[in-house]
Nanobody, 127 residues
Framework: QVQLVESGGGLVQAGGSLRLSCAASGRTFSTYGMGWFRQAPDKEREFVAAISWDGRTTHYTASVKGRFTISRDNAENTVYLQMNSLKPEDTAVYYC????????????????????WGQGTQVTVSL
């Protein structure tokens, strides 16, 4: 059973940057894809970014493409989300998640493919 712990959230002004981290333990991290999702107040959880188990493939939702970068360090069992040029509409609780399938051959945007979730970290972007 894998455990995920996010960190790095906080309050930032529009145009600023934050880097979220997600530390994994309890499973062979390097063999599973990872994703970031977010949930704003009164909205459904939405896909933000995903990275394949080997780090070679990434995928982003259109609204963050060019501003956010997902990466992973398999030696440190950690996945990151670098967020630049933040906007107030990026305000949400951000969750990292581990894919439930071993070495899935593509990056998934579907939350149902992710078997394990962190507790979330709040990101607030002010004007």
């Amino acid at each position: 059973q894998v455990q995920l712990v996010e960190s790095g959230g906080g309050l930032v002004q529009a145009g600023g940057s934050l880097r979220l981290s997600c530390a994994a333990s309890g499973r062979t991290f390097s063999t599973y894809g990872m994703g970031w999702f977010r949930q704003a107040p009164d909205k459904e959880r939405e896909f933000v970014a995903a990275i394949s188990w080997d780090g070679r493939t990434t995928h982003y939702t259109a609204s963050v493409k060019g501003r956010f970068t997902i990466s992973r360090d398999n030696a440190e069992n950690t996945v990151y989300l670098q967020m630049n040029s933040l906007k107030p509409e990026d305000t949400a609780v951000y969750y990292c998640a581990a894919d439930g399938s071993y070495q899935r051959p593509y990056t998934s945007t579907f939350s149902g493919h992710y078997a394990t979730w962190g507790q979330g970290t709040q990101v607030t972007v002010s004007l």
